[in-house]
């Protein structure tokens, strides 16, 4: 019989941030840990997930996911191993994803977890490619912008978890052409050499987003996926053909910023081109995960979709994965792996 840890340690949100968050805002703290009551399972944690959305969260303000409360544990996506089992859904071994992240052990209710399988796919891809944001990804090409083939597509943070699934996905299904944005000059390389995407441009270069983009999609775009919103929102706005269509999923340029981010300043072409500008949460797309999994579990399975992951050891380093993946230090998914 397995011996339960008696303590695990929890990351808390200690202070809201003031702009960038710092180390500062962040505890690591012990806990008592016990066996599961009915209903509950205890997991020890395997890979945790970091996401851009998580730094809304941080701030107090009322939002379509609960603001993280002060001096109590964070949550967020993590796969871990069952140890202890309260409920005749799970056993011992089995492997789980769940919210509970943030944390070496968790204390899970047992209908909020799901099982996955390693032999299908390595766990930390429940968190990436298979996870949220794959799902993200193919909800918001596909259902939201309403993804046609032939279509040209521009991907901003292309070299982010959800956006260099996007670019493939329009690929595979037959884009014209797909351009991406990234941060550095290895980036672009890995969306154009390995990604399979047409162009792409680094934004931190002096030229002007808007010419950028017109420079690599001349004949302009039809669908944008927004994972950035600022320069690149109203760039996209500008290269859009009539009827175009913009996924807006997230907008990281303005995360950290203390003062209101200016709109896009030429949103009279919206009306001209007859755009259509629609937000995405991935929680309004659950009927499509079946789909999603067996779709893009086999594009990998045939080495059609590649996927990167950018991997922190241990939970010490937690937030300064967190802070990495603000700053764009990640090529793909951010994980973070605890021993098992």
């Known amino acids: 019989m397995t ?54 969260r941080m701030n107090d303000v009322k939002s379509y996911v609960p603001a993280f409360e002060l001096d109590k544990p964070m949550t967020g996506g993590a796969v871990g191993e069952v140890i202890a089992s309260n409920d005749e859904r799970f056993s011992v071994g089995d492997h789980v994803l769940h919210d509970q992240g943030w944390r070496d052990v968790a204390d899970v209710n047992a209908s909020y977890a799901t099982k996955v399988s390693a032999e299908l796919a390595p766990l930390s891809t429940y968190l990436g490619v298979l996870g949220m944001p794959g799902l993200t990804a193919y909800a918001g090409l596909f259902e939201v912008a309403s ?22 996905m329009a690929k595979l299904k037959g884009a014209s052409r797909v351009v991406g944005s990234a941060g550095s ?123 990167s992951e950018t991997v922190v050891e241990g939970l010490e380093n937690n937030v300064e994965a967190f802070l990495g993946m603000l700053r764009g230090a990640n090529t793909g998914k951010m994980i973070v792996s605890l021993p098992a």
Not at 9 to 34: I, K, Q
Not at 147 to 168: N, P, T
């Open 185 to 307: 000059a290895d980036k672009i390389k890995l969306l154009t050499e390995e990604y399979g995407f047409d162009a792409a441009f680094n934004y931190k270069d002096e030229a002007p987003v808007a010419r950028q983009l017109r420079e690599a999609a001349p004949d302009g775009i039809d669908v944008y996926f927004d994972n950035v919103g600022g320069e690149h929102l109203e760039a996209a706005i500008g290269s859009l053909n009539v009827h175009g269509r913009a996924t807006l999923c997230g907008a990281i340029s303005g995360y950290n910023e203390t003062e209101p981010t200016p709109g896009p300043r030429n949103m009279m072409l919206v009306i001209g081109k007859r755009l259509r500008l629609t937000g995405i949460l991935v929680g309004d797309h659950a009927g499509l995960k079946k789909q999603f999994v067996e779709e893009v579990s086999g594009w990998i399975r045939s080495g059609e979709l590649k996927y």
């Open 3 to 56: 011996t339960l840890p008696t303590t695990g340690h929890a990351w808390h949100l200690v202070r809201r941030p003031n702009g960038w968050p710092v180390p500062e805002d962040f505890a690591l703290v012990e806990f008592p840990v016990s066996a599961p009551a009915e209903g509950r399972i205890l997991v020890r944690n395997l890979h945790l997930s970091v996401d851009p959305y998580m730094r809304g």
């Open 147 to 168: 993804f046609k083939e032939g279509d040209a597509v521009f991907v901003s943070g292309a070299a982010g978890a959800v956006g260099s699934q996007v670019g493939q």
